[in-house]
């Protein structure tokens, strides 16, 4: 970032005829755009037909360790204190922003990072707009910003520039293969018996223990088609892309619009795959009837509220959990709602609330130091931004902040790690909890092509 000029961002309606003429009927069309502008391609952050999608960096954070929540907060701030902002709607997302993935855990080498875009489309409640950032003195106006969306639209239909999507991707004639990362399946099994020792030995409730596996292919991946499919076959979940890191996650942390913060929360998970053929109602009896698993989502639950509690007026969420169907799982699912508490006349931001949730006991456990303690003895791995926050903010203290779940770190053009993990408590079983782990690695191994379970 330069010290010379100050941000600059410049938001503008785009008309239904504009996205028409431009053949954008909704972001997920824009993911192919940005295959041109960056090695990286996109950034997105998208869920049925709305959300945002950004090309280029101008500006980014990095940093690492249990200061990196504040320390980017504090970098977005010294951005926005000289910005020069044109945004007519004034909507979450809209005017200065910025994406972003953190670590999961403080000794991660993983660095986390804020991504200011040069360009970004959003699309929300029937809305659609156009931001330009810039950060080197230029001045956007409505002609610059839509001559930039214009440029790498046309880019994207160039043959040389964007090769199809089945003869670039990992496909039936070019399949990759699949390898334990840091713990064999026989080394996790073991793992999840030493978690349940550890809890029955009393002072722990649950830990959430995470594996990983590395997928290989003798053809280069391309990241946009991963993440074109995951908005194709998950539309459900938030499908995010920042830098190497892409995925689809069913779980918000925490979205914050004005005074009003909201959180999904997911504990408690059931194939879809054991279901027997002709069924009804399984996922209501063997989910929703379990005690093992309403135990896990009670945790989960009791963690985020107590920890949402001091920042909220009023804090709202359903005395029962309901069941959240996906492609590939079921999930005891609740929905919480805070009102934001003002001092001195202003709301915590989406990324204070993050440094404050963040890790519940959905991905680490309770109690939750002494959870991620154990996990970093079990798992054997650094998780870098697995299970980590991924989403956005605004100028205005909004956003949407995901949990990286469903999710993957591309390493290079041939190499993507996957991560899956489980909640571990003492009625737990180790063959159960590995079978669960294939089933979340499902939607990155479907976008992957590549087996259920290899």
């Known amino acids: ?63 690492t360790g249990v200061s990196r929540f504040s320390d980017a907060e504090q970098w977005w701030k010294s951005l926005l204190a000289t910005a020069d902002v ?90 990759g293969t699949v390898r334990s990362g840091a713990l064999t399946e026989e080394q996790w099994k073991n793992s999840v018996q030493a978690g349940v020792a550890a809890i029955a030995h009393g002072g722990l409730e649950k830990v959430v223990l995470a594996r990983d596996v590395l997928a290989t292919f003798p053809t280069p991946v391309r990241r946009v088609s991963i993440l074109q499919r995951l908005v194709g076959l998950y539309d459900e979940c938030w499908t995010y892309g920042v830098r190497g890191l892409v995925g689809a996650t069913p779980e918000i942390l925490i979205k914050v619009d004005g005074s009003t913060a909201q959180a999904r929360v997911l504990a408690g998970t059931l194939d879809r795959e054991d279901e027997p053929a002709g069924s009804t109602g399984f996922a209501d009896t063997v989910l929703g ?55 001195n006349g202003h709301v915590p931001t989406s990324l204070a609330l993050v440094e404050a949730l963040h890790p519940t006991a959905a991905v680490c456990g309770t109690p939750r130091e002494e959870a991620a303690t154990l996990i970093l003895e079990l798992e054997k791995m650094d998780r870098g931004p697995y299970a980590g926050p991924v989403g956005w903010l605004d100028g205005a203290g909004n956003g949407e902040w995901g949990i990286a779940l469903r999710g993957a770190v591309l390493e290079d053009a041939h190499t993507v790690r996957l991560y899956a993990g489980a909640g571990i408590v003492e009625a737990s079983d180790p063959e159960a909890e590995l079978a669960e782990t294939w089933a979340k690695f499902r939607p990155m191994l479907q976008a992957l092509k590549l087996p259920n379970r290899p």
């Not at 003429?21 to 709305?50: K, T």
């Not at 005395?319 to 959240?324: K, M, T």
């Open 1 to 63: 970032m330069t010290d010379s000029f100050s941000l600059r961002a410049l938001t503008l309606a785009l008309a239904p005829a504009t996205l028409t003429e431009l053949g954008i009927p909704n972001p997920g069309a824009l993911l192919d755009a940005g295959a041109a502008d960056s090695p990286d391609g996109p950034l997105c952050w998208l869920r049925r037909g709305e959300g945002l999608v950004g090309f280029g960096e101008i500006a980014s954070f990095a940093g």
């Open 86 to 175: 044109d945004d007519s709607i004034r909507m979450p997302g809209t005017g200065a922003m910025a994406f972003g993935s953190f670590a999961f855990s403080k000794t991660s080498a993983f660095e986390s990072v804020l991504i200011v875009p040069a360009l970004v489309v959003g699309f929300s409640a029937g809305t659609a707009w156009l931001t330009q950032l810039s950060l080197d003195g230029t001045v956007p106006t409505a002609e610059s910003a839509l001559g930039l969306l214009r440029d790498l639209v046309s880019a994207s239909l160039s043959p040389s520039l964007s090769p199809s999507l089945e003869s670039s991707t990992p496909d039936s004639s070019s399949a």
């Open 289 to 343: 009837g379990s005690i093992k698993q309403r135990h896990e989502h009670d945790f989960a639950v009791r963690s985020l509220t107590r920890q949402l509690a001091p920042f909220a007026t009023d804090l709202s969420f359903p005395a029962e959990p309901f069941i959240l169907e996906l492609p590939n799982v079921w999930h005891l699912a609740s929905d919480v709602t805070a009102q934001l508490a003002s001092s």
